[in-house]
């Protein structure tokens, strides 16, 4: 039986990982400017949803630009090049994240919308977030959710990121549920992996940034892929219901 629905925040309630894409993309950029944006925008689908140091390592990497960081290290106080391009993506994504508008623009409607849903079907709502606190409060905020959650999750939180399942298991713990009474919604391939491996249910919404990588992940079966936002509640719905 399901007792809690469990939220990632990030590419799930609001469009972020999209501001995320530009903004390590436009960073990139300020490393080697003949990449494009797109390159770096494809290479971010692989890794969406997982940590800034393992995002930030990959596109360092993929695109040989470790040593044009590491010429920047005393320039952004940074001890590895791969906090380099983090610390330019931040403040990019931070300037973007400063218009409360853009945010508002951002919001998964339908997501959003079993927030309310989860109530009615007497379940208890968590957040889990790879998000810092300060960020999440302040998207949640101007989105005039952060009181729908019984218990929130962050960054600071945990000591091991998705897709780790760490953060998962202490939004149980303290929703007081089991895992297996909870079900995830997730957009990422590392978020879904963090989900199964603490023994929850899972239900992915496919995303413009994700929609190929989970499915070409095979981590849920097809039915728990949700490509239509308007079957969302449809299908969280006949889940929560499932055994009851």
């Not at 606190?133 to 929130?152: E, K, M, Q």
């Amino acid at each position: 039986m399901i007792r809690a629905l469990i939220f990632d925040m990030d590419g799930t309630l609001v469009q972020t990982e999209r501001l995320k894409a530009l903004a390590y993309a436009r960073a990139a950029r300020m490393l080697d400017p003949r990449l494009s944006e797109e390159q770096v925008i494809e290479v971010f689908k692989e890794v969406v949803g997982l940590s800034r140091r393992r995002v930030s390592q990959t596109i360092l990497e993929r695109f040989g630009l470790e040593e044009a960081a590491r010429s920047r290290l005393d320039e952004f106080g940074a001890a590895h090049p791969w906090q380099v391009l983090t610390r330019m993506r931040l403040a990019l994504y931070e300037e973007m994240l400063s218009d409360p508008e853009m945010i508002r623009a951002s919001a998964w409607p339908h997501t959003i919308a079993l927030l309310d849903a989860a109530r009615r079907w007497g379940c208890k709502v968590g957040l889990a977030t790879m998000s810092s606190c300060s960020r999440a409060a302040h998207i949640l905020d101007i989105l005039g959710v952060r009181h729908r959650f019984d218990f929130i999750a962050a960054l600071e939180d945990v000591e091991h990121p998705k897709p780790a399942p760490e953060i998962y298991l202490l939004v149980a713990e303290e929703l007081d549920v089991l895992p297996h009474e909870c079900l995830v919604l997730e957009d990422s391939p590392g978020g879904v992996q963090a989900a199964l491996a603490a023994g929850m249910e899972v239900i992915a919404i496919a995303t413009p940034l994700t929609r190929e990588a989970l499915h070409r992940s095979n981590l849920l079966p097809p039915e728990r892929i949700v490509d239509d936002p308007a079957r969302l509640q449809e299908v969280a719905e006949a889940r929560v219901r499932q055994g009851e």
